[in-house]
């Protein structure tokens, strides 16, 4: 460890540089269009050496992914520290959820039918060493209507694409008693 730098500093360059190999590696021995494991689609668009070790990858969910545990896999194995994203595309269904700040719990609200999704937006972060996504959704029903909140779980149909950005700092979570919330923790970053 260098003098001055903390352990979150040390884990996020040893991760830049793992990133940075596997990129160089591409380069070197273009790698199929699917990661091995979590079955998505994607490419990285802009690799760290164009914009100070920051990746941007596009990812397309296929039909039947369930989008958050897909994410989740995928940033496991991509070791993102801390990422922003944003998607459309459509789903079979979903749960969202709505927080119940009394209950400090989320009151699941399920859509059984096929939507569009008009609007995803999240991060991932850390939380217990371990990527947490936090994730909202607008969906648009077949009569126009429009339904959101806290995305929980829905399945892909027939598409779904997702642009992410990893950040330039590591973000970690921590549980916060008074709201009931995992928030991010600057301090920590």
Same mark, same amino acid.
């Given at each position: 460890?260098?003098?001055?730098?903390?352990? *979150?500093?040390?884990?996020?360059?040893?991760?830049?540089?793992?990133?940075?190999?596997?990129? *160089?590696?591409?380069? *070197?021995?273009?790698?199929?269009?699917?990661?091995?494991?979590?079955?998505?689609?994607?490419?990285?668009?802009?690799?760290?050496?164009?914009?100070?070790?920051?990746?941007?990858?596009?990812?397309?969910?296929?039909?039947?992914?369930?989008?958050?545990?897909?994410?989740?896999?995928?940033?496991?194995?991509?070791?993102?520290?801390?990422?922003?994203?944003?998607?459309?595309?459509?789903?079979?269904?979903?749960? &969202?959820?709505?927080?119940?700040? &009394?209950?400090?719990?989320?009151?699941?609200?399920?859509?059984?039918?096929?939507?569009?999704?008009?609007?995803?937006?999240?991060?991932?972060?850390?939380?217990?060493?371990?990527?947490?996504?936090?994730?909202? &959704?607008? &969906?648009?029903?077949?009569?126009?209507?429009?339904?959101?909140?806290?995305?929980?779980?829905?399945?892909?149909?027939?598409? *779904?694409?997702?642009?992410?950005?990893?950040?330039?700092?590591?973000?970690?979570?921590?549980?916060?008693?008074?709201?009931?919330?995992?928030?991010?923790?600057?301090?920590?970053?």
């Amino acid at each position: 460890m260098l003098l001055g730098d903390s352990v *979150l500093d040390v884990m996020r360059q040893f991760g830049v540089l793992l990133r940075q190999q596997a990129v *160089l590696t591409a380069i *070197l021995r273009p790698l199929p269009g699917k990661f091995a494991r979590s079955g998505i689609m994607n490419e990285i668009l802009q690799s760290g050496m164009e914009n100070k070790n920051i990746l941007t990858f596009a990812l397309v969910f296929d039909k039947g992914d369930e989008v958050i545990s897909a994410l989740k896999q995928f940033a496991t194995e991509q070791r993102l520290l801390a990422s922003h994203f944003t998607a459309i595309g459509a789903s079979s269904d979903a749960v &969202v959820g709505f927080f119940d700040s &009394v209950k400090k719990d989320y009151e699941r609200i399920t859509i059984p039918e096929q939507m569009e999704v008009l609007s995803l937006s999240g991060d991932v972060t850390i939380e217990n060493d371990v990527p947490k996504i936090h994730a909202h &959704v607008v &969906v648009g029903k077949s009569d126009g209507t429009a339904h959101g909140g806290h995305l929980m779980e829905a399945h892909v149909f027939p598409a *779904l694409e997702l642009i992410l950005v990893e950040s330039p700092k590591f973000l970690k979570r921590r549980f916060d008693q008074e709201t009931g919330f995992a928030l991010i923790d600057l301090d920590a970053a």
